[in-house]
């Protein structure tokens, strides 16, 4: 009896749950049943009987340069819109680990901010690349690198290389420095301590901002050219591009080196060229592009930039970034060949180029018609 | 004497307003956590957020329909694959390893314990670090699936599942079980019709607590699961954003309008901690019926 009335109590006590459980996954099913986003088409697969099926269906995986992180947003976006069939992700976890991932295999291309070493493209083995192949490095987007500051209050900052060697190095640290205000007499610099922040992930932006350092002020950067920034020097380190834009949004008195797309509300110093303060625009970009030319004894699919930062051309803005959109020249599957190819041709192609340019502050390929020309015949040797 | 009486009437006063300040103390980051996310939450919080993903989109716009599929489905498989482990071992220790005589047993018994509490206090950064290392040799590097984030996860899972599982079904009167036995009902007949029924309620409110300390979970995922723009209900292949990750790809991935980017990472994170909430609540419900069970068998006995 007491055996059956627990029961039967039990019972009746379960269907409260059981019917909560019932509730639950009743709706979780019918949510899931239900959704199909609104903003994606729904994909057709290729049969013979829908003739207007799309002709690219796959996934391709990217990673590399958070810089390249708006822009490649941008190009993603149309390209996912013009092939609905196909999805490319893009991790931007940093130049460093794009370019590991690429050979590993891990992402179909790479984007970085530098392009790979010579002596590395003979030493690696890109597990992804038929045996033999190449590779193939586009120039996909050049933009400036702005040396950003927090001082509220004060929207124009002048710094020639030296000082912002002597400002990174430790050599001058108070925003009312006799050197800075000598190069700003008409601004009211606080009396401030300097905050640097630099990146603490291997970064292909500190690649270009210590190159900077290198050639236009060697007197003062000794540390030379490194993605990584040198560990002997002091500074709040910040992750990533993101990381280094909240740094700097943090802490008043705070200077970094940032990709221009990602500025935001920070100040962007002009720096000074042969005399003049130049300060970072496109079409700054484009002129220190025009005065550089590519590296010498790589193949002409493998367009790695040289880029000249002491330009005579008092217009150009010599901290600029070429970045570099990495693909085999031959890969083992067609089916990626044909994806990456097709994405590299989006990239490069005018549309891409005005969108990010527009997105994200960098400069159009089709500029320079030249390299235009060369960029779309090494796209056109991926296979 | 009156003054020793005052003495420590003031202590006990400044002890027990030191104990309410404490409590307070404790509940303000949560309340300033809830407010905040709501706050700023609120302002994406619209149709489009539930009905788009993120493809094609480049600056205002889109939403996390993929990011609550995607949780929905990584969570549902985890719990899939631990409740049956996690209960399973909780019935066993319980059950049989508590009553046995043989040494062998219990040793197996202690270590099995002494494994789930070292599972518990693993990082989940090292559960999803397992599985890459495990993904990574066997399938390649750029391997992502949603089902190998449902195994990181299970890992998690399991130990905190089988913990408050075996609790629960400890409490089942040993009296019950005993007159199972006595009527010459096997054990594993007593197991399914006593035990189990008895410790149902507990055993769904370990299920849910086990759900909502996964459904936030964001290192596994990133590493083994990745993040994409689009919908993906296949969990064996592609990528598999979840909201957590969702919430960190949007803060730190942004693209040029960021203040579109950060509205959005809040809107999912208000989604998640009103999942998170609901869960609970859930389990507190389920807690409650069962109480109220309990009393009215006792009224009627």
Redesign the interface.
Known sequence: MQIARLTSLNMKHNKSVKLLTLATTTAAVLLLAACSASNEQPVVPPTSDTPNAPALSGTLNLGGSSAQTAAQTTWRAAFQSANSAVSVNYDPLGSGAGRTGFADGAYAMAGTDDAFQLSDIASTEFKLCATGSGIVELPVYVSPIAVAYNLPGITELKLDAASVAAIFTGRITQWNDPALLALNPNVALPELNITTVHRADKSGTTGNFTDYLTDAASEFWTAGRTESWPAELSGEAAEKTQGMRQALEAANGAIGYIDVSQVGSLGMASLLVQGTAVEPTAAAAAKALAGSGLEAGRSNIDLAYDINRVPTDNTAYPLIMVSYLVACQQYQDATTAELVKAYATHVISEAAQSAAAKDAGSVSLWEDAALQKRVADAAEAIR | MLHIAKRRTVADRVFTGGLIACGVLAIVPLISVVWTTLSRGSERLDI?FF???M?????AG??A??AI?GT??IT?SATLIAVPIAFGTALWLTEYAASTTSPAVKALARTVRGVIDVLAGIPSIVAGLFMYAVIALTL???Y?SGFAGAVALALIMIPVVERSGEEVLARVPAE?KE??LA?GAPQWSVIL?VVL??A??GL?SALLLGISRIIGETAPLLLVA??????N?NLSA??MISLPVYVYSQ??????D?QAYDARAWSAALVLLAGVLLLHG?AG??IR??RQ?RQ??RA?R
């Open positions: 489009d009905t788009q993903s493809r094609g989109i480049t600056g889109g939403g329909l993929h599929m929905l489905l549902a390649g590097p750029g992502r019950l007159a199972g009527l019709r029924p008895t149902l309620p769904v990745g993040f994409t723009d689009s919908m209900y592609g990528r803060w730190q991935n942004k693209g040029v960021a859930l419900l389920v019926l069962q069970n009215v068998r009627r």
